[in-house]
């Protein structure tokens, strides 16, 4: 089944490209190349940063290492600089308490206006 096309802008210019199977199969690439692309960045920030929460300090092992994440100090997930300087480690306590406050201090700042 043929689809649509879309534009891809590269350097050398725009790049036209054929979309084809079902839309199962394109969205179960897509997110196999992000969990692909999540993991080696996850296991490089664990290896750099060690098995501890920045925020807690609460440490892990390699049985619970699971409840650790990769938190994006500037918000783009896209940002992942071979230093680890965008990244931090942070439980899922932590990390859900920091988005958290970003979520409600946003609803704070409409009722202000």
């Known amino acids: 089944m043929k689809r649509k096309g879309y534009i891809s802008h590269r350097s050398k210019g725009p790049v ?3 979309i084809q199977g079902s839309i199962q ?3 179960r690439d897509i997110t196999r190349d992000r969990d692909i692309k999540n993991g080696e960045y996850r ?7 060690g098995l501890m929460c920045a925020r807690c ?3 892990f092992n390699h049985t619970d290492r699971h409840l650790l ?7 783009n997930h896209n940002n992942n600089p071979p230093d680890g300087s965008n990244w931090e ?3 899922t306590y932590c990390h859900d ?9 946003a609803d704070e700042n409409e009722g202000r206006k």
């Open 16 to 18: 036209k490209k054929e």
């Open 25 to 27: 199969d394109i969205v």
């Open 43 to 49: 296991e490089q920030s664990l290896k750099m940063h």
């Open 57 to 59: 300090g609460r440490e």
């Open 69 to 75: 994440t990769v938190h994006h100090k500037d918000g």
């Open 89 to 91: 480690n942070l439980c």
């Open 97 to 105: 308490d920091v988005h958290g406050r970003n979520f409600f201090a």
